[in-house]
């Protein structure tokens, strides 16, 4: 059985490839320049040295983000690539640490008729025809996934997934099960229109050699009747799963 390769596991030897890779090490090393170039000592109102170190500031953040989008890493790679460009030594191995590894979960759940692009774009040009396309556009249930997002998280989230596309299409929590007695019932139905009685209906039915396993007594065939008005009533999208 093949053993389990988790995501701090997964970052961890991808890094490690990665400081093999003689473009990713030598924009490390201008990051970590950069860090050594803009970090300096200074007074304080009390005439108290301090230090400020440029890893510790927003612009250092983006920095390490803009290496990771060249890089196409996930944002699990932030804080160990963070600890790297800022040092001078090995990769650091932060496996331990629980709370890094802490996956994003799928989101959900948008549903779009106008998207916001077209009417952002329509109030900038009045002239946009938005109006003209609005019946075209379709309405989508959007899931919102990232890099680290599994097939189990998209399995846990089914019964959000499922509730928004039922209320989105109309979709009755019952499922689309096959009629056994259909072919039987619609005759029924059919009878009954023609003015048959009921005894009328037992009577060809029971006799018919295709219910033979489906025979009937006079005092259902009103009931089949209800029942069968009663479903068509709610006919439509239905679950299939």
């Not at 059985?1 to 991808?14: G, H, I, N």
């Not at 496996?95 to 979960?105: A, G, I, M, V």
């Not at 774009?121 to 919102?144: C, G, R, T």
């Not at 005759?187 to 009921?198: M, R, V």
């Amino acid at each position: 059985m093949t053993s389990k390769f988790p995501p701090k596991d997964k970052v961890y030897q991808e890094l490690l490839l990665l400081t093999t890779n003689d473009e990713f090490m030598e924009d490390v090393n201008k990051l970590r320049r950069k860090c050594e170039k803009e970090s300096e000592y200074f007074l304080d109102e009390n005439n108290e040295e301090f230090f400020a170190d440029y890893s510790q500031t927003d612009d250092y953040q983006r920095d390490v983000e803009k290496l990771r989008d060249k890089y196409k890493l996930s944002r699990l790679y932030q804080f160990p690539l963070y600890m790297f460009c800022d040092g001078k030594g090995e990769m650091p191995d932060l496996r331990n640490l629980k709370s890094l590894w802490e996956t994003d979960k799928l989101e959900l759940i948008y549903t779009l008729k106008d998207p916001s692009i077209l009417t952002d774009w329509a109030e900038i040009d009045p002239s946009f025809p938005l109006k003209a396309i609005e019946s075209q556009l379709e309405s989508h249930v959007v899931l919102k996934i990232y890099p680290e997002t599994t097939k189990k998280d998209l399995i846990e989230a089914w019964s959000k997934i499922s509730k928004e596309r039922d209320r989105l299409f109309g979709i009755e929590s019952i499922r689309n099960s096959k009629r056994a007695n259909l072919a039987r019932d619609l005759l029924i139905h059919k009878l009954k229109n023609k003015g048959k009685t009921c005894m009328e209906i037992t009577k060809i039915i029971n006799t018919d050699e295709r219910f033979e396993e489906q025979k009937i007594s006079y005092e259902e065939v009103s009931k089949i009747i209800q029942r069968l008005k009663k479903r068509a009533k709610r006919s439509g999208a239905t679950k299939r799963t």
